[in-house]
């Protein structure tokens, strides 16, 4: 293992404890995030940025501790952004995407529906990290998505699948997380490559017509490998490398999504390309 990884693993899993610490469960509903603006379903979107941002959490995840980075990043650009939880078992708190994806897709289709009607608009932008970053493909090609999702961003997503030991590498970033390896998890083996659902999902083709996609990978994934494996093919698809935009970017496959503050520069670019800026590593202090 390399020197840096040792020390981001334990990094990311203290960063993660802390949150379960200091953020009860009850608090990792989708409606109590806490955040101004996140989750605030008074809130309108504006000329500057007209649709509402939903983010969809990864695998073990949910709708609170994804995205302490991120929603507020976004908030504070003046975007409307909303996070939900989905893919829940019964009897097991707190971490969620683990049920059937395509049952989580359907989920996803309800809460998008009631974002749109609380903010008045016709469409939203979906920003995933790892399996929140494929799972919306789903809604987007069986659910009737297509018409209201502008963009589509995947930070890390697994869209062509992983390996059962990959998935299992992100164990280590979230306590207790392996006692549920005991418990069916659907969600597990729909991931991984070449199961039924992912190549329903992927017959075809991976995209829709009228969807803008991105997807940001980082080489250093040891979860989706190989990295590339998350890159899309379509006419609307713009893959991008992280270490193409800065070489000094060590992050791995749960630091690009919960803190990485380049990825999100170019999540920012993603959502709103009329006024994209060069991603560097300077980007780490925008």
Not at 103 to 111: E, P, W
Not at 226 to 235: A, E, N, T
Request: glycine fraction near 10%; include cysteine; charged fraction near 15%.
């Amino acid at each position: 293992m390399l020197p840096w990884k040792r020390v981001l693993r334990p990094l990311a899993a203290l960063l993660l404890t802390a949150t379960v610490a200091v953020v009860p469960a009850a608090t990792a509903q989708a409606d109590s995030a806490p955040s101004s603006g996140w989750n605030n379903y008074s809130c309108k979107p504006s000329a500057t940025h007209p649709r509402p941002v939903v983010l969809v959490h990864g695998t073990f995840g949910n709708s609170v501790d994804n995205w302490l980075a991120l929603a507020p990043y976004l908030t504070s650009r003046g975007y409307c952004v909303f996070s939900l939880d989905y893919g829940q078992l019964p009897g097991v708190p707190f971490f969620n995407g683990l049920g059937p994806i395509d049952k989580s897709a359907a989920q996803l289709q309800v809460f998008v529906d009631k974002v749109l009607a609380a903010t008045g608009t016709a469409k939203v932008d979906v920003v995933g990290h790892s399996q929140g970053g494929m799972m919306p493909r789903y809604y987007l090609k069986f659910l009737g998505g297509a018409a209201k999702v502008n963009a589509l961003v995947g930070i890390a997503p697994d869209n062509h699948g992983t390996s059962l030991n990959g998935l299992t590498k992100l164990l280590p970033y979230f306590p207790g997380a392996e006692d549920l390896l005991s418990t069916a998890t659907p969600g597990l083996a729909d991931q991984i490559a070449g199961s039924a659902f992912l190549t329903k999902l992927n017959e075809g083709g991976d995209t829709v017509p009228g969807v803008h996609y991105t997807v940001i990978a980082t080489k250093y994934d040891e979860v989706v490998t190989p990295y590339s494996s998350g890159f899309l093919s379509g006419s609307d698809v713009h893959n991008v490398l992280l270490q193409n935009l800065c070489g000094l970017d060590l992050s791995e496959h749960v630091a690009i999504g919960i803190f990485d503050r380049i990825a999100y520069h170019e999540v920012a670019n993603a959502l709103d390309p009329a006024h994209a800026s060069a991603t560097t590593c300077a980007s780490v202090f925008s």
